[in-house]
């Protein structure tokens, strides 16, 4: 009998040690990806919105607008520092002729230096070719914004999303940051990515925030970070 506890007690000891292994090896691994609850870090005060204003979304839990106004806008996200890795959301702009433009910047150096994904919604289902081949934008403003790359590097840093995309509903945003490479998931199901590109400018870490464009509202849900370990 005294065989047999000395057995059971060796076993537990087995047992916690193993546990307590794997919940520290657990604790060492990366999270899939770390949400954003946008409408607490709202109410927080820790949505900082630049150039615009930035309001819960009357009607959709957890989503944030920011209104329209001239120039960029961005409402950085502070408490985020993205490096390499993914970030993920939803974005709904309007079908409005120059007047839609929703995205998302990181890498932040300062206000107006910052890398930027955006959509033009309006250009999505376009007749003309030429603006369905703008409707997803990479830059890094102020260096390498869209009239300098479109001049320079023709459709290198541009392209059409596919048909079946709305540009008026919800659309699933994914930015992917690794090494010298920038790829950009339009739409829902996508694995092929709408644009691949070569990252530009020298910065390489900073904060994330929700943009839109000139004299552009735009509103946003659902965002995840994933950073790269």
Do not use: C
Not at 119 to 126: D, E, G, H, Q, V
Not at 147 to 160: D, H, V
Not at 200 to 222: E, K, P, R, T
């Amino acid at each position: 009998m005294r065989v047999s506890v000395r057995r059971t007690q060796a076993m537990s000891l087995a047992a916690v040690a193993a546990i307590a292994t794997a919940a520290s090896a657990a604790a060492q691994q990366p999270t899939h990806a770390d949400r954003i609850d946008l409408a607490g870090t709202l109410a927080q005060g820790r949505i900082r919105a630049v150039n615009r204003d930035a309001a819960l979304l009357p009607g959709t839990a957890g989503a944030v607008h920011l209104g329209e106004g001239e120039g960029p806008g961005v409402a950085w996200i502070e408490g985020t520092e993205f490096t390499e890795g993914t970030i993920s959301l939803d974005v709904r702009g309007r079908d409005v002729l120059q007047r839609s433009f929703v995205g998302v910047a990181f890498h932040r150096r300062d206000d107006t230096a910052y890398e930027v994904v955006y959509l033009r919604p309006f250009n999505f289902r376009a007749e003309d070719p030429i603006r369905r081949a703008h409707a997803v934008q990479y830059a890094a403003i102020p260096d390498y914004d869209w009239p300098r790359l479109r001049k320079e590097f023709p459709e290198e840093f541009e392209n059409p999303v596919d048909a079946p995309v709305s540009p008026t509903d919800w659309i699933p945003l994914r930015v992917v940051v690794k090494g010298g490479t920038v790829e950009i998931y339009v739409g829902a199901a996508i694995s092929a990515p709408t644009l691949a590109v070569r990252k530009l400018g020298s910065h390489a870490a900073g904060q994330i925030g929700l943009f839109v464009g000139n004299m552009s509202d735009g509103s946003f849900a659902n965002i995840r970070v994933e950073s790269a370990r």
